[in-house]
């Protein structure tokens, strides 16, 4: 999967931003990313509803 211009920004260190966890795990595994707790929201329990 080629990176998005989002997903480029934060491999380059440019801010943070939720993006699907499918699109970057290879950069959490890899360690050039890492995951962001939000307070208050635990694992898996984000619905942005449409």
């Known amino acids: 999967m080629a990176p998005t211009a989002k ?3 934060l491999l380059n260190g440019l801010g943070w ?3 699907p ?5 290879a950069d ?3 360690g050039r990313l ?3 707790a939000i307070e208050d929201i635990h694992s ?3 619905a ?3």
């Open 44 to 46: 898996g329990e984000l």
């Open 48 to 50: 942005l509803p449409m």
């Open 28 to 30: 959490l595994d890899a």
């Open 17 to 19: 931003g939720g993006i």
């Open 7 to 9: 997903h480029a920004f």
């Open 34 to 36: 890492i995951g962001l």
């Open 21 to 25: 966890h499918h699109a970057v795990q």
